[in-house]
Nanobody
Framework: QVQLVESGGGLVQAGGSLRLSCAAS????????MGWYRQAPGKEREFVAA???????YYADSVKGRFTISRDNAKNTVNLQMNSLKPEDTAVYYC??????????WGQGTQVTVSS
């Protein structure tokens, strides 16, 4: 079955950086669209960034210019480089995967906490 395992979360001060990784298995990774979402306490899950099978990238306005999504098809991983972090970036970050423009598979999430 499809498994998505996130890593790299943690506690960082405002202005700092973190790099999240998602290791995927059980799917044809090179053909899958991958994405990152986040959910802050008391809020709904929201889109952060996505990368298509052809490596086109998409970002939420709130992270554009600060976050970079990338994929390594040889390692079946997708990464999210997060720079200039703000307290409002605090959330559980989820990796997602799917085909035909959908994200049907989800990881368990990794906590990112940005202190002010």
């Amino acid at each position: 079955q499809v498994q998505l395992v996130e890593s790299g979360g943690g506690l960082v001060q405002a202005g700092g950086s973190l790099r999240l990784s998602c290791a995927a298995s059980g799917l044809t990774f090179s053909g899958a669209g991958m994405g990152w979402y986040r959910q802050a306490p008391g809020k709904e899950r929201e889109f952060v960034a996505a990368i298509s099978s052809g490596s086109s990238t998409y970002y939420a306005d709130s992270v554009k210019g600060r976050f970079t999504i990338s994929r390594d098809n040889a390692k079946n991983t997708v990464n999210l480089q997060m720079n200039s972090l703000k307290p409002e970036d605090t959330a559980v970050y989820y990796c997602a995967a799917g085909y035909s423009g959908r994200h049907d598979y989800w990881g368990q999430g990794t906590q990112v906490t940005v202190s002010s």
